[in-house]
């Protein structure tokens, strides 16, 4: 059987010592954005923890996620291929620009030269050409926006998610990051699941809407 | 992968290797204070031990004085850090204490007793500055000073250790609480600084440090080199007497020794339960405090931040004092009273010493280099396996890694030389080095769990979801971006290996001599010269780590603001 | 927890002690023993706070490496009982070989617990080469410790004696008697310390003070008893009732060691104190402890003497080697060098009539320290107590004096 692509819930039930804080079936298709919506605390964050694979184990999930056909359950985080965005960029600022997203790119670019250019190119992508050398606590909160995009990218992620990704940054530089963000995905055909607590994120993304709690 | 299998258990090792030897030594303790020693003809259980040490006139002022010291000291230090927080952090004052931490931290506890020591008696720098001029003193007065019978001078010679120490664990304990904004929050309502400070940060840091100030109380009441110089001793308190039991030449003694040293850890003990019931009391009266919405007085606030200040400055200048005072000895030919500078310098004590320093400099920095690195390792296994295994410490398992600093060393460290002389782990460097491993490890761990614990796990998430395994966010991200407090914490541990005196005697036979090993022995025979000569190069050995702990940092990390404050 | 480490423990008390695989060594076939003792290694425990004799040990290392191809490891302490601890934790232990104490310098109470808890080899000592130069008729002291009979079971290696000493600066006629010292500290409250007993020079003050105080001195020599204690010793406690208000600290604080007894005098805190080492203050002088200012004396009706001894414990690991030093130690030119003031300045064992005469020379050029006495000034010293007198005058000092009441 053709596994369907994209990032797909099945009867996922996520509960906190017998509440239950989120229920999901669905599946968000390469390309589309599921925004999820909630005051703090309805479990929005808990959702993108157990994408990822790093779900306390205080919670008790039942149910199945999968992406592009591979159940990620029984995969640590590293194998999962999905990328994520915070609030904060966390660049690590102990490494420079270049090296952070030298970070992300994955091993098979062997070559020194070879991965010198992707993260050249990958710079230049988004207008920081020549930032490699410079310390990331020396950029603009956009230019950290789109580095830590960059990096993310560069590890061929299969799906996106938006953890309040844009919620640190004022209005004008929020629509042209969250554009470069929504543009990039739906390029690439990446499934994307935002969670936000704003509704005009949820109006740029123009997908399907869940509101928890 | 074999790491794989060793992680979950490193918590369990580390737990063994700290409590493993006090508990056995402990039992070694206890088996002669009950009559058992069959080396000296001990063979049956009995009380007699103990009945000779409750005959002994001078048990009930030892034990006062135990308890007393115990008290003041830990109360005064704790009450002195506190305040200092309170008025303080956040300030440019507050950085220059913060520098100063490290170089008072590197001082050997005798050392800094040595030091106080010839600053404040009769005949000592102080008065040598004001005679005879201003005082008419031809002679010293014959004024009980040093070894007053209430012990205060030995209080206040560990005070000036103690609030280096606690300032360091309510430093990280402070970058976990992030005070800045409650505090502002307070202000805005009206608390004074140190008022709000008390009111609203005290008690989210006291919950920290409360191990630590166990840790401070129980080492006061159970001190015994800082005692003999500065302390009382007609009695002394209980632990100097119970060492000199152990060595009195009459062997009949080692009973009544090691019923001392059981008495001394009960008494530790029922210190520890006092300390616990007032902190129930103050908490109590704080509550009453907190709810009765005073806001502080500006003149009052103004008065205690002064205070505060005078009093910790008054315990740093009176080490960085003593220091001084054993530097000018080192050079000194002729000192006599009155003359505050000595007759002549010359260099033939450091010519006839500073030769014969590097073999036991050699030995302390490869001992305190092992001893930590080992401790580091056990200490990042055991962290590492509580992040990946979600093996969430249980608060309860916590106090256990106090034990080895809770415990008098006294009342184990007799047992534990038997330990490792029937596990034939004795007599060389690889079982110093294990037995300074038991001191290390609690504060290696202590220093580096709330840093470790308190890093971002989002950037662990963000680091696996590029595709990093566990290893390699350990390796890449983790440990460099824990470089800082990971540097610290290995300063802390090799200063404790450094200033182990006992551990390495017993375990390695007299045959490991190291810098402190070799100047206690030195210092036996008075000569202020030589004391001075040993006590700076402990202090350069403790100190040095310490420097490289700030300086690297700052060097691999010239071009990364993000990680200057970290 | 607790359950596991007894039970670690048990298996351990339980598993058979070291095998003793050893040979004792036989201290009568000389060649056999320095043919064994090459390539030892020698810890010798002795006290490690005096420059003096650290170097002096570390010069007698050098020589019998050197001469028998036996190392020499000084293993510095604070006390002698630390090392006789050690003897103790590893009998403990079942260690009855190998163990970590080959030579321990020692006297008195030390050398009178180990002997009777049977923790020393032996007897060598006497079996020893140069045992023959020993003034046994002379020195009564080098055969018996503090009254207890060696037995061959330490071998004597320097001779000491209580001096007292004063600054002549700052006091030109000191007190010459026990009860004169008291009328001296009535007149200058506050300018004369010992150590606290259990200290063994303050132990030895109070010997000094009972054999001058005592109205029979020969009951010192026997084993304390009941009926022979309270009358003997009652003049010392009035003695020392009617002193120690005048003492340094009016008694409230004593200096817990003699060097420290050094530092005071330095810093003017005291005029007068005592060693039991007569060339003691001499290399005070020389090393800018003291000035020059300083002389000794001894009492007129003389002072306590004794002698210090090196012992083999029972389990040492390199007997042979320990041996080999011992003999060493006694021989004249080692005991020659050991009396130069320059170097330590500690009285030889060793009669001068039974030497060669180059030997003799040796002794005869030595000069004496600036607040060195000739033997003549230190004249006969008085013997040491039998140890037991010691351990009831301790106690009950300690009762009296020693916990503030």
């Not at chain 2, 008025?87 to 520098?99: K, L, N, Q, S």
């Not at chain 2, 209430?150 to 005070?179: C, D, H, N, W, Y």
């Not at chain 2, 001084?324 to 003359?339: E, K, R």
């Not at chain 3, 060097?259 to 039991?276: C, K, T, V, W, Y």
Request: net charge neutral.
């Amino acid at each position: 059987m053709v596994e369907a692509r994209g990032l797909r819930f099945e009867q996922v039930a996520i509960s906190l010592a017998g509440r239950r804080l989120i229920a999901l079936d669905c599946t968000v298709a390469p390309g589309e954005v599921l925004t999820v919506m909630g005051p703090s605390g309805s479990g929005k964050s808990t959702l993108l923890a157990a994408i990822t694979g790093t779900l306390e184990p205080v919670f008790d999930m039942a149910g199945r996620i999968r992406l592009d056909g591979r159940d990620l359950m029984s995969l640590p985080t590293e194998a999962r291929q999905v990328g994520i965005l915070f609030q904060d960029e966390y660049l690590f600022p102990h490494l420079s620009v270049g090296a952070n997203l030298a970070f992300g790119l994955k091993p098979e670019v062997r070559a020194r030269a070879a991965r010198r250019d992707r993260i050249e190119a990958a710079l230049a992508e988004v207008g920081l050409a020549g930032f490699a050398g410079r310390d990331p606590a020396t950029l603009s909160g956009g230019q950290r926006a789109r580095v830590a995009l960059q990096r993310m990218l560069l590890s061929e992620p299969r799906a996106l998610l938006l953890d309040e990704a844009f919620s640190k940054l004022d209005t004008g530089l929020r629509a042209q990051v969250r554009d470069l963000v929504f543009d990039t995905a739906s390029r690439r055909a990446l499934p994307v699941l935002q969670v936000t607590h704003d509704h005009s994120d949820a109006k740029a993304a123009g997908g399907e809407v869940v509101v928890l709690g | 992968m074999r790491r794989a299998r060793f992680l979950p258990w490193a918590p369990l090792l580390t737990l063994a290797v700290m409590l493993g030897p006090v508990l056995a030594g402990l039992l070694g303790t206890l088996a002669p204070a009950f009559g058992y020693m069959p080396a000296l003809g001990g063979k049956g259980l009995s009380l007699a031990a103990f009945e000779a040490l409750f005959a002994w006139p001078g048990l009930p002022r030892a034990v006062m004085l135990s308890l007393g010291v115990g008290f003041a000291a830990t109360a005064l230090s704790l009450a002195i850090v506190v305040l200092i927080c309170a008025g303080w952090a956040g300030t440019r004052t507050f950085g220059m204490i913060e520098r100063l931490l490290s170089p008072l931290l590197s001082v050997p506890h005798a050392a800094a007793a040595f030091g106080l020591a010839f600053l404040i008696a009769p005949s000592g720098w102080i008065t040598r500055a004001l005679s005879p001029w201003a005082t008419g003193w031809e002679r010293p007065p014959d004024l009980l000073i040093l070894q007053d019978p209430a012990g205060l001078s030995l209080i206040f010679g560990l005070v000036t250790k103690e609030v280096p120490f606690l300032l360091l664990m309510t430093l990280a304990a402070l970058t976990q609480v992030r005070p800045g904004q409650s505090l502002r929050v307070a202000q805005a309502l009206g608390y004074g600084r140190v008022t709000g400070w008390l009111k609203v940060i005290f008690p989210l840091v006291y919950r920290q440090i409360r191990l630590p100030v166990y840790a401070v109380l129980a080492f006061s009441m159970s001190v015994v080199d800082v005692a003999i110089i500065l302390g009382p001793n007609t009695p002394p308190s209980l632990a100097v007497q119970v060492v000199r039991w152990m060595s009195d030449p009459d062997l009949a003694f080692r009973f009544q020794a090691a019923a001392g040293a059981v008495l001394q850890l009960a008494l530790v003990l029922l210190g520890l339960g006092l300390w616990r019931l007032m902190e129930v009391a103050v908490a109590r009266l704080g509550r009453l405090w907190v709810a009765s919405g005073a806001r502080g007085g500006r003149r009052g606030e103004q008065a205690v931040r002064l205070g505060a200040l005078v009093l910790g400055a008054l315990a740093a200048l009176t080490v960085i004092a003593g220091l001084a005072g054993q530097v000018v000895w080192s050079f000194a030919g002729l000192w006599q009273y009155p003359d505050f500078w000595p007759d002549a310098l010359s260099l033939r004590n450091w010519q006839r010493h500073g030769p014969r320093l590097s073999g036991p400099v050699t030995e302390t920095l490869v001992i305190a280099g092992a001893a930590t690195f080992l401790a580091l390792l056990l200490t990042l296994a055991s962290l590492e396996a509580e992040h990946r295994h979600g093996l969430r410490p249980a608060t309860r398992a916590l106090w256990l890694l106090y034990l080895p600093l809770i415990v008098p060393q006294v009342a184990f460290l007799m047992g534990f030389q038997t330990l490792s002389i029937l596990t034939g782990v004795d007599g060389g460097r690889a079982a110093v080095v294990l037995a300074h491993l038991v001191f290390v490890l609690p504060y290696v761990f202590l220093s580096l769990a709330d840093p470790w614990r308190a890093w971002d796990r989002r950037q662990d998430t963000i680091a696996r979801a590029l595709g990093a395994g566990p290893d390699r966010v350990l390796w890449a991200v983790r440990l460099p971006m824990l470089l800082r407090p990971l540097l610290i914490a290995a300063a802390v541990g090799f200063a404790v290996s450094v200033g182990q005196y006992l551990p390495t005697l017993l375990v390695g036979a007299g045959r490991v001599a190291t810098l402190t090993t070799e100047a206690v022995a030195l210092a036996s025979g008075g000569d202020r010269r030589v004391i001075g000569v040993y006590a700076l190069a402990q202090t350069a050995a403790a100190f040095a780590p310490f420097a490289l702990a700030v300086l690297l940092p700052r060097v691999l990390w010239r071009n990364r603001k993000g990680m200057r404050d970290g | 927890m607790i359950r596991s480490m007894t039970a670690a423990l048990a298996a351990f008390a339980l598993a058979a002690p070291l095998a003793a695989q050893e040979v004792t060594p036989d201290p009568k076939d000389w060649p056999a023993i320095t043919e064994a003792a090459k390539g030892q290694t020698v810890y010798w425990h002795a006290w490690g706070g005096g420059n003096a004799i650290n170097d002096y040990i570390a010069w007698a290392a050098g020589e019998v490496k050197s001469r028998h191809g036996v190392s020499v490891e000084h293993v510095k302490l604070k006390d002698t009982a630390d090392a006789v601890s050690r003897v103790i934790a590893e009998k403990s232990a079942g260690k009855d070989a190998g163990g970590a104490v080959d030579l321990i310098w020692i006297n008195g109470e030390n050398f009178a617990a180990m002997k009777e808890q049977g923790l020393l080899f032996g007897p060598w000592a006497e079996d020893l080469p140069n045992w023959q130069f020993v003034d046994v008729a002379g020195k009564p002291a080098v055969t018996s410790d503090f009254t207890v009979p060696t037995e061959g079971l330490e071998a004597p290696w320097g001779m000491a004696q209580i001096v007292f000493y004063h600054d002549t600066a700052r006091l030109a006629e000191p007190p010459r008697s026990i009860p004169a010292l008291a009328a001296w500290a009535r007149a200058n409250p506050g300018r004369f310390a010992y150590p606290q007993p259990p200290d063994f020079l303050g132990s030895t003050f109070l010997k000094q003070a009972v054999i001058e105080l005592t109205p029979d001195p020969r009951v010192l020599q026997e084993p304390v008893s009941e009926e022979t204690y309270a009358a003997a010793t009652a003049p010392l406690w009035g003695y020392l009732d009617d002193l120690t208000p005048n003492l340094w600290r009016g008694g409230a604080a004593y200096p817990q060691s003699g060097p420290r007894l050094i530092q005071l005098m330095n810093d003017g805190e005291i005029d007068l104190a005592l060693s039991f080492n007569p060339n003691e203050p001499s290399n005070a002088i020389a090393n800018y402890e003291l000035p020059e200012t300083v002389r000794t004396y001894v009492l007129d009706g003389g002072t306590i003497g004794n002698a210090s001894f090196v012992a083999i414990p029972y389990n040492a690991n390199a007997k042979e080697g320990a041996l080999v030093l011992a003999n060493f130690l006694m021989s004249p030119e080692a005991q020659a060098r050991k009396q130069d003031p320059v170097i330590w300045g500690s009285g030889t064992v060793l009669a001068l009539d039974k030497l060669s005469p180059e030997d003799r020379a040796a002794f005869d050029a030595i000069e004496l320290g600036v607040a060195t006495l000739s033997p003549a000034e230190l004249g006969q010293s008085l013997p040491e107590p039998h140890p037991s007198w010691m351990v009831r005058l301790e106690e009950d000092w300690t009762a009296r004096y020693g916990v503030g009441q």
